[in-house]
């Protein structure tokens, strides 16, 4: 599974040697195995978590594990909590695209702030065919119609190498700890 990664990375000239990865770690099974993957890969990276205050108690253990990640791994961490009901009230947004604007808005503060360059999110080929697939059920343009983009100015998604049943293969057998979800 690395060697499959790291040809997508190179085939994809996603990252250089010279880069400074900030991964996006919710604490689930995707993001937390490519956290595990590219601490066996010879990139420099910290780990950077959004607590949304959605899931109450679930919230803070999330972002509890995922600062134990990356303690126990000696990368740098990052977390902000946000009231995320109300920006998404104050900005006539749902939950879902009120969370993606603070994320993101984040995530590019943290990367100006500590000289990052890229942002490494966990979309894996099924996220992407997913996409695909609720844009065309919307009918959307033919322009329209693709799936997650592997890059995105300095956002990269390296884990659209990897398919879920991948992902769920490599933590069920390295026995990697993860966070679930329920609401999800």
């Not at 599974?1 to 919710?26: E, P």
């Not at 977390?79 to 939950?95: G, Q």
């Not at 360059?117 to 119609?145: F, N, Q």
């Amino acid at each position: 599974m690395l060697n499959t990664l790291s040809q997508f990375i190179s085939q994809h000239n996603l990252i250089s040697i010279d880069d400074k990865l900030l991964l996006a770690v919710s604490g689930g099974k995707d993001s937390v195995c490519m956290t595990h993957l590219f601490s066996e890969l010879p990139y420099e990276f910290g780990i950077v978590h959004c607590n949304f205050k959605l899931r109450g108690d679930e919230s803070e253990l999330d972002e509890q594990f995922v600062g134990d990640l990356a303690k126990d791994l000696g990368v740098e961490f990052y977390s902000k909590s946000f009231d995320t009901p109300l920006y998404a009230r104050n900005n006539s947004l749902s939950i879902q695209m009120a969370a993606r604007d603070l994320r993101y808005q984040f995530f590019n503060e943290v990367l100006q702030k500590y000289n990052y360059t890229k942002i490494a999110t966990a979309h894996h080929s099924d996220d992407s065919v997913e996409t695909l697939l609720i844009k065309k059920s919307r009918k959307s343009s033919l322009g329209a119609l693709q799936g997650i983009p592997i890059k995105n100015g300095n956002i990269i998604r390296p884990m659209l190498a990897l398919s879920v049943q991948q992902i769920e293969g490599y933590i069920k057998n390295q026995s990697i700890k993860f966070r679930l979800d329920k609401s999800n």
